[in-house]
């Protein structure tokens, strides 16, 4: 499994996502967790961000779909799924959609719990996209940055509880972390036993839409060899931020 994350994580950032993949992964599985090798620090916070990742998604996924049996996107906001399928051989999965589509199976409506309000408009999209708009009892913002997340837990802790609640009295049966670094983090079971309401966390829901996979068999493949033509403009885009010392990998 190859996690494509956003950041430029340390070996000790690599080596705390890649242990806590395989934690909640059945079985054997080997996570491996590469960054992007271009785009913006901070491109999940909105549209235009999520958009400007693009290119460093297609890249990595370009050069790992060889070498992995899946490979899941690191941010709820799933930059590039769509064409990242397209020129994929192996599953594309992203956090966000499966956690979107896993909710359907838990309860009538659902809540999402986002870490920054400019996230909210591309949520919307994917929703309406996926039919589910009717689904979502609403979007409670804890107001935080990815890298603040563990720095206090029991305040994200909090934050959170306090925004599901929100939702919770809304009619929400079942709660969604919308960020990749809050599944990866120790959040999952307090905020469900606080609420007592199911808590969907994205890792895992991407862990077990690539079991889906494993189960019923791979999805329709895409079509790489349509896409020759991004091999030689992606590393021209990569040679061309170097040689500029705009900074990769995010």
Do not use: W
Request: aromatic share 4%; proline share 6%.
């Amino acid at each position: 499994m190859l996690l494509v994350d956003d950041l430029s994580p340390d070996a000790a950032e690599i080596a705390r996502i890649k242990d806590a993949v395989e934690a909640m992964a059945p079985g054997t599985v080997t996570a491996t967790v590469e960054p992007i090798q271009f785009g913006l620090g901070h491109y999940y916070e909105d549209s235009v961000g999520l958009a400007m990742a693009v290119p460093g998604v297609l890249h990595q996924v370009d050069r790992h779909q060889d070498d992995t049996d899946v490979i899941v996107l690191g941010c709820f906001g799933d930059p590039g799924l769509r064409p990242a399928r397209e020129i994929s051989r192996v599953p594309v999965i992203g956090g966000g959609e499966a956690s979107m589509v896993l909710a359907q199976l838990y309860a009538r409506r659902f809540g999402i719990l986002q870490i920054r309000a400019s996230n909210i408009p591309e949520t919307e999209v994917a929703l309406a996209t996926l039919g589910l708009s009717g689904m979502c009892a609403g979007t409670g913002v804890i107001d935080m940055a990815f890298y603040e997340l563990l720095d206090d837990t029991a305040k994200t802790i909090d934050l959170l509880v306090r925004e599901g609640r929100k939702l919770v009295d809304r009619g929400a049966e079942v709660l969604i972390l919308g960020c990749i670094s809050l599944g990866l983090g120790p959040f999952t079971g307090e905020l469900s036993d606080a609420l007592q309401v199911p808590v969907i966390n994205p890792v895992r829901a991407a862990i077990a839409a690539a079991q889906v996979f494993q189960t019923v068999g791979p999805p329709v493949s895409g079509r790489p060899e349509d896409y020759g033509q991004l091999r030689s403009y992606l590393p021209a885009v990569e040679r061309a931020l170097s040689a500029a010392q705009v900074g990769s990998g995010g």
